[in-house]
C-alpha cells in the first residue's frame, strides 16, 4: 500500500514538474514564433517590392536579377524558419537554420537596393539573433551572446564620394575608393565588436547620401563589419551613422 503512494506521488510530482517547465518556457517560445512571423511576412514583401522595381525598370542588367533572386531566396528561407519555430524544434536546430539565415541575408546585403525595406528586416534578424542565443534551452551549449552583450557603435566623418569604413574590434579603419580623402573621422564605441558572428544593424543619423553594410562579421574577413559610404553629389558632405548588435 506504502509502495503504490509512493508511487503516485512520484508520478504527480514528475507530471508537476513536467508541466511546469512547459508553462514556464512558453512565453519565451510565444516571442520567438511572432517575430520569427513577423521576419517572414517582411521578407515575402521585401522580395515582392525587389521584383516590382525590377520589372519596372527599362534597362536592367544581371545584378539587378541576382538581387531579386537573393531575396526571393531569403524569402522562402525565412518561411520555413518560421514553420520550425513555430513546431518548436530543438534550439540547436534553430540555431543551424537560423545561421544559414544569416549567411542568405548577408549575400543578399551585397546586392540590395530597397534600402529602407531591408533596415526593417535586419533589425528583426538582429532581435532574433538575440532571441536564440540568450533565450534558447542549453541543448546546444553555452550561448555565444547573451542578453545585455550587444553594443553599437557610432560614427561620424566628413565623405567625398565614396569610402569603405572596417570596423574591427574597437577601430575603425577609413579606406577612400574615391573622391577627396578626410581624416577627422569619429568612432565612439560602446563596447568593442566581439570576435565572433553577430548580427549588425546600421542606422543613419545624417547625410545626403547613403550608408549600407557591405559585409556583416564572419570568420572570412576576420569578424569585421565593412560599412560603405557613397555621396554622388559634388563636393564633400558630413556623415553620421549608428550599428548595433
Known amino acids: 500500500m506504502n509502495t503504490r503512494r509512493i508511487l503516485i506521488t512520484i508520478t504527480v510530482l514528475v507530471f508537476a514538474q513536467t508541466t511546469f517547465a512547459q508553462f514556464g518556457a512558453q512565453p519565451q517560445s510565444n516571442r520567438l514564433i511572432e517575430m520569427a512571423g513577423r521576419l517572414s511576412r517582411e521578407a515575402s514583401e521585401f522580395s ?72 526593417s528586416v535586419q533589425r528583426l534578424v538582429a532581435d532574433i539573433n538575440r532571441e536564440i542565443d540568450g533565450g534558447g534551452s542549453s541543448e546546444g551549449g553555452p550561448s555565444d551572446q547573451g542578453p545585455g552583450r550587444g553594443g553599437r557603435m557610432s560614427w561620424r566623418g566628413r565623405v567625398d564620394d565614396d569610402v569603405r569604413i572596417t570596423i574591427r574590434g574597437g577601430r575603425a579603419d577609413v579606406e577612400t575608393i574615391g573622391g577627396t580623402p578626410y581624416y577627422d573621422a ?53 556623415y553620421e551613422f549608428e550599428i548595433t548588435w
Not at 83 to 111: G, I, P, W
Not at 219 to 230: C, H, L, P, Q, S
Open 48 to 119: 515582392a517590392a525587389n521584383y516590382r522595381s525590377y520589372a519596372n525598370s527599362f534597362r536592367s542588367n544581371r545584378s539587378d536579377i541576382e538581387a531579386v533572386m537573393l531575396a526571393e531566396q531569403f524569402s522562402a528561407a525565412a518561411q520555413v524558419f518560421y514553420k520550425m519555430v513555430s513546431d518548436r524544434r530543438r534550439t540547436q536546430d534553430l540555431r543551424d537554420a537560423f545561421s544559414l539565415l544569416q549567411d542568405l541575408a548577408r549575400s543578399v546585403e551585397r546586392t540590395n537596393t530597397q534600402r529602407t525595406a531591408w533596415y
Open 186 to 238: 569619429q568612432p565612439n564605441f560602446s563596447s568593442s565588436l566581439p570576435s565572433r558572428r553577430v548580427t549588425v544593424s546600421l542606422t543613419m543619423k545624417k547625410g545626403r547620401g547613403q550608408a549600407f553594410i557591405e559585409q556583416q562579421p564572419s570568420r572570412e574577413n576576420d569578424y569585421a563589419v565593412v560599412i560603405r559610404v557613397k555621396d554622388t553629389k559634388g563636393g564633400a558632405s558630413d
